[in-house]
């Protein structure tokens, strides 16, 4: 199962502008909002599966401008990730949660990806590691 979701920015940027959960199967939750972020800056990112938070899950974030940014984490017992996001631009933040398949002999695993696609604005920042864990 697929679950997407958009973080888009309709005019001036806002502390009190957030990310919400939605109900998703799979979803990732930005904790901050990351049109306040400069490039370097740490998004912190929650995931939760049903709305419980799994541990161990691998998110990965690519840059579409600069595909060699990406950085990668597994979340904690809270089902948190910190992000830090090295360029400006359009983010893909993804993951992949598998779990067996119950009632079928057709499959072994039910897969359910999400993902979370919002911009780092231009800006002078610091370089944030880019680093899989």
Same mark, same amino acid.
């Given at each position: 199962?697929? =679950? ?11 502390? *009190?502008?957030?990310?919400?959960? +939605? $109900? #998703? ?14 490039? $370097?800056? @740490? +998004?912190?990112?929650?995931? #939760? ?12 974030? +690519? ?11 597994? *979340? ?6 910190? #992000?830090? #996001? ?6 893909? @933040? ?5 779990? &067996? ?16 696609? =919002? ?9 944030? &590691?880019?680093?899989?864990?």
């Amino acid at each position: 199962m697929r =679950c997407a979701k958009l973080l888009l920015l309709g005019g001036p940027v806002a502390q *009190s502008q957030t990310d919400r959960l +939605l $109900g #998703l199967s799979l979803e990732l939750v930005a904790e901050r909002n990351p049109y306040l972020l400069k490039a $370097g800056g @740490i +998004l912190p990112v929650r995931i #939760l599966y049903k709305n419980q938070p799994p541990s161990g899950v691998l998110v990965m974030a +690519l840059n579409q401008r600069h595909p060699t940014a990406r950085v990668a984490a597994r *979340s904690d017992k809270a089902g948190r990730v910190q #992000l830090g #996001l090295s360029q400006p631009g359009p983010w893909l @933040i993804k993951a992949v949660h598998m779990i &067996p398949a119950t009632g079928t002999a057709d499959r072994q695993w039910d897969s359910f990806w999400a993902s979370l696609t =919002c911009e780092v604005p231009e800006g002078a920042g610091r370089q944030a &590691p880019s680093t899989v864990q």
